[in-house]
């Protein structure tokens, strides 16, 4: 009795069922096969989808020293259309909403990202879309629901 206390203690190294030594030698069952509805990877379905994804992803890596790194990123995803920059502009509002202790980091990331992104001309032939005027109205749209 007094040899499995030390055993216990030192670590059993005599191995056993279950030991690494048993599962290297690839005695392994074999896994059950997938049901019908087991979780898949969805891959993004267009490009809308893919950029909000991206954003997403980057949005939830913020903090406040790193800021110029996720602003970059978020240039580098290529904003092509004043619709892409709308999606982008609610994505970072809707984080900005849903975490207030962060807020002021997504000021600061709005701040860097209004004089980086792209401009676009306007479908009425007027002022062109900018980043400003977007997120503009993008918070008198969210403050008005």
């Given at each position: ?39 898949k990877v ?36 290529k904003v ?53 005027s977007t ?11």
């Amino acid at each position: 009795r007094d040899d499995r206390r030390d055993d216990r203690r030192m670590g059993d190294r005599r191995g056993g069922p279950g030991d690494r030594r048993d599962r290297d030698r690839g005695d392994r069952p074999s896994l059950p096969s997938a049901s019908a509805n087991a979780y898949k990877v969805g891959q993004p379905q267009g490009r809308d989808e893919e950029l909000k994804r991206q954003v997403q992803s980057h949005l939830n890596k913020i903090a406040p020293d790193n800021i110029a790194t996720i602003a970059q990123r978020i240039v580098d995803t290529k904003v092509t259309s004043s619709e892409e920059l709308e999606s982008v502009i609610g994505l970072i509002m809707k984080k900005a909403l849903t975490e207030p202790h962060y807020c002021e980091t997504y000021a600061d990331l709005v701040f860097k990202l209004k004089s980086e992104m792209p401009e676009f001309p306007s479908e009425s032939g007027g002022k062109p879309v900018t980043f400003k005027s977007t997120l503009l109205n993008v918070t008198q749209n969210e403050f008005e629901q």
